[in-house]
């Protein structure tokens, strides 16, 4: 595990896009092509503002997606699809992509592409209870399937309205598709970026606690190659 505490949120997505494009264009060099999995939410943006700014050969890299609101239409605001399509898909020529796309029925689909080969690299962000994905406490640290249906707790619709995507909890679809934890565990790499002052008791709870599946995070301290990169602000508690 390492940690690196950036000045700003900028400064830390400056720091992740390094590091990922370090990892990403030994990979291609090697193989020939990269597969990552990409986070979604408003802790990303200055990460993928410095990605697409990198230079990486995007044309040898697949692109998979971590999480999507069941039934929520790419139209609306909040949708991840769309979020990816704006700030990431439109602006790189990626070899490849797959989104989750809220339905349910493409599980089996995705899994199966997903499962074709080894993901090399996870950006994977640390929700303000401690979740990653939408895998929301108490997570489920068992099975093995890639991507599985969750239930979305309060704490987590909370969060999505408290950043404005959503007018009131109830808005908030009740379920998401989410890749599962073991399946995030599967990356080769990981990167968790984890800007700003409401992330800072997540941040101290993943770090002082034992593993648990209260605070889903606390198992990336079980990876083998996890990086956590902080702001100031997201580091004050720990
Ligand atoms: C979000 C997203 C995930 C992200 C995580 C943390 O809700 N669905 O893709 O990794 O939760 O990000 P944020 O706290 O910015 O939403």
């Given at each position: 595990m390492k940690v690196i505490v950036s000045d700003t949120p900028k400064e830390l997505g400056i720091t992740?896009?390094?590091?990922a494009a370090e990892y990403l264009n030994g990979l291609i060099s090697k193989k020939g092509y990269a597969r990552i999995v990409v986070s979604t939410g408003s802790s990303q943006f200055e990460t993928f503002e410095a990605l697409i700014a990198s230079d990486i050969d995007w044309s040898k890299v697949e692109m998979f997606h971590l999480?999507?609101?069941?039934?929520?239409?790419?139209?609306?605001?909040a949708s991840f699809r769309k979020y990816l399509k704006e700030r990431?898909?439109?602006?790189?020529?990626?070899l490849a992509v797959n989104f989750v796309d809220g339905n349910p029925g493409i599980i089996q689909a995705l899994s199966r592409k997903l499962l074709e080969k080894p993901v090399d690299l996870g950006l994977i962000g640390i929700g303000e209870n401690g979740h990653i994905?939408?895998?929301d406490p108490p997570a489920d640290f068992e099975t093995k399937d890639a991507y599985i249906l969750v239930n979305l707790s309060d704490t987590c619709?909370?969060?999505?309205?408290?950043?404005?995507?959503f007018a009131n909890v109830d808005e908030v679809p009740k379920q998401a598709v989410s890749m599962s934890v073991h399946q995030i565990m599967q990356c080769g790499k990981i990167i968790s970026c984890v800007p700003h002052a409401v992330k800072a008791k997540a941040v101290a709870d993943t770090m002082n606690n034992d593993?648990?599946?209260?605070v889903p995070a606390t198992i990336l301290k079980n990876h083998s190659d996890w990086t956590l990169l902080l702001d100031k602000a997201s580091a004050a508690l720990f």
């Amino acid at each position: 595990m390492k940690v690196i505490v950036s000045d700003t949120p900028k400064e830390l997505g400056i720091t992740a896009a390094r590091i990922a494009a370090e990892y990403l264009n030994g990979l291609i060099s090697k193989k020939g092509y990269a597969r990552i999995v990409v986070s979604t939410g408003s802790s990303q943006f200055e990460t993928f503002e410095a990605l697409i700014a990198s230079d990486i050969d995007w044309s040898k890299v697949e692109m998979f997606h971590l999480d999507e609101y069941a039934g929520l239409p790419e139209s609306h605001p909040a949708s991840f699809r769309k979020y990816l399509k704006e700030r990431f898909v439109s602006k790189v020529n990626l070899l490849a992509v797959n989104f989750v796309d809220g339905n349910p029925g493409i599980i089996q689909a995705l899994s199966r592409k997903l499962l074709e080969k080894p993901v090399d690299l996870g950006l994977i962000g640390i929700g303000e209870n401690g979740h990653i994905a939408f895998n929301d406490p108490p997570a489920d640290f068992e099975t093995k399937d890639a991507y599985i249906l969750v239930n979305l707790s309060d704490t987590c619709k909370k969060q999505q309205v408290g950043e404005g995507w959503f007018a009131n909890v109830d808005e908030v679809p009740k379920q998401a598709v989410s890749m599962s934890v073991h399946q995030i565990m599967q990356c080769g790499k990981i990167i968790s970026c984890v800007p700003h002052a409401v992330k800072a008791k997540a941040v101290a709870d993943t770090m002082n606690n034992d593993l648990t599946n209260l605070v889903p995070a606390t198992i990336l301290k079980n990876h083998s190659d996890w990086t956590l990169l902080l702001d100031k602000a997201s580091a004050a508690l720990f």
